[in-house]
């Protein structure tokens, strides 16, 4: 086993080989059984791909929500055959290549052992949930990559290539431009010198002073980079598909109302309001925002990310999505992706009881809701309430009792370093 987590290339190569054999099984299961293997979103992304292909807008496919971008990517699909894999095929290499970037930052800023880093890496590469939603047809995992490949940018600091992965990232799904504030919170003491603060004069906390040290050479070329990235793609993509690009892509988010496999407890308050004779006059779940942008925007950036960017991102990341309106069991792999960062010196692992009452917390708040919604949506009967409702809430509650545990272990117990940072062994 000492062999095993030693080699990059027997744990990457696992890690390939259990997407293969999960491709396979789902292909067999997608000829055989009646419950189908294939996310139904895989089918949307691929009707946008034809398409695309056929030189029209990929808008013209209901449902299709997303960034041309990703229509273009998955053009190989329309060539028939098993060319019909090519995107799940190219979900799952996004997989491995997020698992990648997941190694050389704990390799490198964390100073971990191969051995050690493979181990923590293994959270993300070899979770057969993680496999399951990529080989299922879920582009998440792209997006995983990007935001993988931005945190080692930022930590090498190499700083206009995280900008533009960070404008990127934000054009191929939007909440990642909540991560812009740890980041520039961070570069405060990796870019800035550091040791000037000390001999400046009296004007040392002046406005104009602090604006200036602020605004310090790193935070204006990812605000630069990032920027431009960002308004060419979007510039490009308007000027091919006009209107029904911004509306899909970005507004349609914005004001979204799906209630269906949605763990949010606003689940019951977006079904009522889909109905005309069920809309309240007080549409709570519109106020959602306030909470989940106050958490995961602004307070926990704050006090956290000088401490720990990366861990700073896990509980941005999973406040945004507890707090979010619609809450789908892929929106889980938006916070997975950074447990890897946050696990070595967590309580979650360090006290074993703890974290596992917390797995099977999350996994029962999650049974419990998935029992609710079979009984509502394969055997017809209402669950609505107390069912479904109150289970919204019990998973609600734990994901926040689970944060909570998060941003205390990130503020008070422990702080992800570089090694500049960790008490300046390395020159600079």
Known sequence: MDRFWSSPRLVFGSAAVLRVLLLAFGQFQDAFSSVKYTDIDYYVFTDAARYVAAGRSPYLRDTYRYTPLLAWMLVPTTWGGTWFL?????????????????????????????????????????????????????????????????????????????????GFAVHFKIYPFIYAASIVLWLDENTAARGQKKELGPDNHGLLVSLARFCNKSRVLLALSSAVTFFLLNAIMFAQYGWPFLEH????????????????????????????????????EKLAFIP??????????????????????????????????????????????FLPFYMPSSSLLQKPMLGGAALVLWVFGQVLWIQQAYRLEFLGQSTFMPGLWTSSIVFFFINVWILSIVITDVGQKFSLRTPERAGGKKSS
């Open 86 to 166: 090519f995107g799940k095929l190219l979900f799952a290499l996004g997989d491995i290549v997020a698992g990648w970037f997941i190694y050389r930052v704990l390799r490198g800023s964390a100073g971990m052992r191969t051995a050690r880093a493979l181990k923590f890496t293994s959270i993300w590469i070899l979770n057969p949930m993680v496999a399951q939603i990529s080989t299922r047809g879920s582009s998440e995992s792209l997006l995983g990559m990007i935001i993988m490949a931005l945190l080692w940018s930022v930590t090498q600091k190499k700083i206009i290539l995280a900008g533009c992965l960070l």
């Open 249 to 284: 892509t970005y507004f349609y988010h914005l004001v979204r109302t799906d209630h269906r496999h949605n763990f949010s407890p606003y689940n019951i308050l977006l079904y009522l309001n889909a109905s005309p004779q069920g809309q309240s006059k007080i549409n709570l």
């Open 292 to 337: 989940q942008l106050s958490l995961s925007l602004i307070a926990i950036p704050l006090a956290l990310a000088k401490k720990d960017m990366a861990s700073s991102m896990l509980a941005q990341t999973f406040a945004f999505v507890t707090f979010n309106k619609v809450c789908t069991s892929q929106y889980f792999l938006w916070y997975m992706v």
